[in-house]
């Protein structure tokens, strides 16, 4: 009774350090245009932030980060009509501080573009569909709505995350869990 008691607890052991060893991320942060800052695309690469978007998958409680000199540069959301416009006069939302970080809290299709007059017309300018948290798409009216208000907090500088990379948002246990685990698997069903 006691050996399979042990060997039980240390079958549970050894399954709780394997899990947290194998934990999948859940949110990203995503730095606009990749290597390049937001800027307008030079080199006659028009398509710049098109094709990085469509290099990527997006979803709810994933952020954009836009680098950009805050002298020179913002960014701003915007409607669909006005991104198809260039129209930056009634922005849904403003960042000018250089280091914005903008969080997605619901799926659907978000657009942004510099708010300095001329930049959006020089391609500047970026259009986004979020899925769903699970991986799915959002219904058909969403995809082709307004984008989403922004939510309290989300996006402003207070709330903004330093530049780090696309990193997991959950940790491993790592090799040091695992051992940890292991070891005391294996006490549990020697002793």
């Known amino acids: 009774m006691r050996m399979w008691l042990g060997l039980w607890l240390g079958i549970g052991f050894l399954l ?68 198809s416009r260039c129209d930056i006069s009634s922005p849904i939302t403003s960042f000018q501080d250089g280091n914005t970080a903008f969080k997605f809290s619901q799926w659907g299709s978000y657009y942004f573009t510099s708010g300095v007059p001329g930049h959006c017309e020089k391609s500047q300018k970026l259009a986004v569909l979020v899925l769903g948290a699970n991986g799915a798409f959002p219904p058909p009216d969403s995809a082709s709505a307004s984008a989403p208000a922004l939510a309290p907090g989300a996006g402003s500088p207070a709330n903004s995350v330093k530049p780090t990379s696309s990193a997991p948002t959950m940790q491993s246990a790592g090799p040091l869990g695992f051992m940890v685990g292991l070891a005391f698997g294996l006490y549990a069903l020697l002793f």
């Open 16 to 83: 709780v350090s394997l899990q947290g060893s194998s934990a999948v991320a859940s949110a990203y942060e995503f730095k606009v245009g990749a290597l390049d800052a937001w800027a307008i695309p030079t080199g006659g690469r028009k398509d710049l932030y098109q094709q990085w978007v469509s290099n990527n998958t997006f979803k709810v409680g994933d952020s954009l980060l836009f680098l950009y000199p805050p002298s020179q540069d913002s960014v701003i959301q915007v409607t669909k009509e006005a991104y």
